[in-house]
């Protein structure tokens, strides 16, 4: 599957852009928004040119409402379709080992929080809002929330919103680290094409491996997660790339480390 009907997916060189497309429907998920986020991100995974995925939703309203509950009422969401997937697109999915980032544009609500943690970053518009509004219409979460919110948030935190519904705005998000940053209305989409071409443009190999290592670890005993470490650290230490990044960093052939050019790495401070 190439073309979609409910999403743009979009390839700025090395960053991939998916947009859920369904704003007279809040960008809700239903069963066919299911299959092209599967094919999508599935898609994003095996391309090797792709190095960074960003999540976002069309129109100013909404990054996504969650599931389309008129297409549950018909019947027509199939909770038991696709369990290694989620109900809601892909979203059982720990191996796309890439970084990802949700431009969160409008409210992100139920399903929309999930998706918005499903990603590793976050950056939301200063009118974007949270909550578990499922709540109120006796319907659980299925694709995360449950599991990466209290991983986010820690659990107290996480649980008020769960067990209650109340929807938060973006500054508190911010507070208490759902997203990572807040910026004027109509800017989170550009920001996050920003952050994913910094990203883009470090050297991948180890970039990846931490990122494996810290999922991976991620909720399980210290041990564990040191053990899993080392995993992937002793495949990433002997990869081409690490001689190649020793290499320039002895012959200063490197940005961050020559006086005629300004620093690739966000936030270096130096003296030239």
């Known amino acids: 599957m190439t073309d979609y009907e409910h999403l743009i997916y979009e390839q700025r060189g090395p960053v991939t852009i998916i947009t859920i497309n369904r704003p007279d429907r809040m960008n809700a998920i239903g069963p066919q928004t299911h299959r092209e986020l599967v094919d999508a991100w599935d898609r994003f995974r095996a391309d090797d040119a792709a190095l960074v995925g960003v999540l976002t939703g069309a129109g100013e309203r909404a990054f996504c409402a969650g599931g389309d509950l008129k297409a549950a009422f018909d019947g027509q969401l199939d909770v038991d379709a696709s369990p290694a997937d989620g109900v809601l697109g892909p979203s059982r999915w720990t191996d796309i080992y890439k970084p990802t980032i949700a431009a969160v544009n409008g409210v992100a609500y139920a399903g929309g929080l999930e998706w918005a943690c499903w990603t590793d970053m976050a950056i939301a518009d ?10 109120r219409w006796n319907i659980g979460l299925a694709d995360g929330g449950t599991q990466r919110l209290t991983r986010i948030l820690g659990y107290r935190r996480a649980i008020e919103l769960i ?7 973006a500054r508190e998000a911010e507070r208490i680290g759902l997203v990572n940053q807040v910026v004027p209305s109509g800017t989170c989409l550009q920001r996050a094409i920003e952050l994913a071409q910094t990203i883009a443009a470090l050297p991948q190999p180890a970039l990846r491996s931490d990122l494996e290592a810290a999922r991976t670890g991620q909720g399980r005993p210290l041990d564990d997660g040191l053990r899993i470490e080392a995993q992937c650290f002793n495949r990433s230490i002997s990869a081409p790339e690490t001689f190649e990044g020793l290499r320039r960093f002895n012959e200063r052939d490197h940005p961050d480390r020559r006086a005629d050019t300004a620093p690739v790495t966000p936030g270096l401070a130096r003296t030239l």
């Open 163 to 169: 067990v209650t519904g109340r929807v938060i705005d």
């Open 126 to 135: 200063e009118h974007a809002t949270f909550g578990v509004t499922c709540r």
